[in-house]
């Protein structure tokens, strides 16, 4: 008998399947529900059960894989899923990422994958470029923006306790006192996040806002640091947040980081994708005078999960919080023969440099443009369907490609709209055909959509509304 795992034919129809199924799938996202809770219950326990003993083979194995995913997966890609802040993968990127998976590379080392560290040098200068972020600084793809704010906090936390006279990688933090940590009331949870992982605290973290929209208190942040007296401290500074889609004023962070001790890292998940538009351009300006920014690649750029960013504005801080390896190195300023596992936190690593390579050269800056703009066109329509009806409020100006709103239909009273819109958001993801999150924001409960994915259109939006009557008045019989 052969070896299944060495059956060629069967290898080669197990790709075969799962491409003549992805055209039928990717074409169907606009119109099926998002969430189709009667496939899950059919299809979801089918992914349990013991280790097999014996195998199914190949094509079994993937046959049966790619029906539960295809029928049971969310729509997450799909032009209607507004909830977090997710975007899809433009078409290039998904092949790009199938390109991934099929060369399998180390991607970590230049000496196990030269393909991808010259990929990786050569998209971080583009996506460089593309934000406005000097070519100088240093880079590195991360799984995520959460793991690139370790990465830029990292290298903030190695400055730090450098200004203290200690090396923080080889000796760790004890004996240090608590990094000072300031930002606005917009910060995302993942910065305490990092903090925690960093082994700074994530309740070290002082916000100072002007009002319950977060909106920074930059008078009051500057007299923190004031206090602190030339004592080495991070300032963080949030460029889109995920209910309103503020920003902190990054240029007025910028001048003061450089009056004070400070370094400034920006986190710019999404946010950092209005530098692209010159109608946004100006809340991304001060980005281009931070010492970290994090972004995010499988949110506005449109490409698949995983994939994030993070610049550093001295390319020494990642060497340094990051070459544990016994190699004392520093990365040519030109980028030949990076290992780039030196620079991030991960090791072992996947080509992920290979999708944003692909989508780039697809669409280019003029591509990626006009794919923000329709986002900011539909957003802004959104707003204006909001405003100009009578039973929803629109809580937040329409600042990026977010929108933050409540139904507010006659006959529910103040006092329960909270409650009604909590039950509205939960029972809209129970209908399937949109994905729209509750969240809090100014103390009460609200809808709020990000538009981020490059299928979503005008028509999308328009839809919305509709749908949310319609729950709306079966909730309220
Ligand atoms: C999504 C998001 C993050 C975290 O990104 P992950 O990729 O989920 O780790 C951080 N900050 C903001 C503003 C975000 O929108």
Known sequence: MTDPIDDRDEAAAALERVFRAAGPYLDGLPDRPVRDAKAEDLLLGHLGGPLPETGDG???????????????????????????????????????????????????????????????????????????????????????????HVTGLACARTWWAGQHGVDVAADGLSGLPAMPVLTSGLVHPSTRKALQILGCGRDTLRTFSRDDTGRLD?????????????????????????????????????DL???????????????????????????????????SVTAD?????????????????D?????????????????????AE????????????????????????????????????????????????????????????????????????????????DDFNTRLGEAVLRDGRFFVGTAAYRGAKVLRCALVNWRTTDADVEALLPVLREVGRQLAE
């Open 58 to 148: 190949t094509l079994a194995s993937v046959e049966e894989l790619l029906r539960i995913a295809t029928e049971a997966a969310t729509g997450t890609s799909g032009p209607r899923f507004f909830h977090l802040v997710v975007g899809g993968a433009t078409p290039a990127a998904m092949a790009g990422d199938w390109i991934t998976s099929l060369v399998d590379q180390a991607a970590g080392l230049h000496v196990a994958s030269p393909l991808a560290a010259r990929a990786e040098t050569t998209v971080l200068a583009w996506l460089k470029d593309l934000f406005g972020i000097p070519a100088s600084y240093g880079g590195v793809l991360t799984p995520s923006a959460t793991l690139a």
């Open 297 to 313: 690649g499988h949110k506005w750029l449109n490409v698949p999960y995983e994939s994030g960013f993070s610049f550093v504005r």
């Open 218 to 254: 930059l008078r009051a942040l500057a007299d923190a640091l004031a206090v602190l007296d030339g004592a080495p401290a991070v300032v963080v500074g949030n460029l889109g947040d995920v209910y309103s889609g503020d920003s902190d004023p990054l240029d007025a962070l910028a």
């Open 338 to 417: 990076v290992d780039y596992n030196t620079l991030g936190p991960e090791s072992s690593r996947r080509a992920r440099a290979l999708p944003i390579w692909a989508t780039l050269r697809a669409y280019g800056r003029d591509g990626y443009r006009a794919m923000v703009e329709r986002h900011l066109d539909a957003a802004a329509h959104l707003g204006r369907l909001l405003d100009a009806s009578d039973d929803f409020e629109l809580l937040a100006p329409v600042r990026l490609s977010i929108v933050c709103f409540r139904y507010r239909p006659p006959g529910v009273p103040d006092d329960r709209l």
């Open 257 to 291: 980081v450089e009056r004070h001790n400070a370094w400034l890292h920006v986190d710019g998940a999404f946010g950092l994708f209005a530098a692209l538009s010159p109608r946004t351009a100006h809340f991304a300006r001060g980005v281009e005078r931070a010492h």
């Open 315 to 335: 390319r020494e801080f990642l060497a340094r919080a990051f070459g544990g390896w016994g190699v004392s190195y520093l990365p040519e300023a030109d980028g």
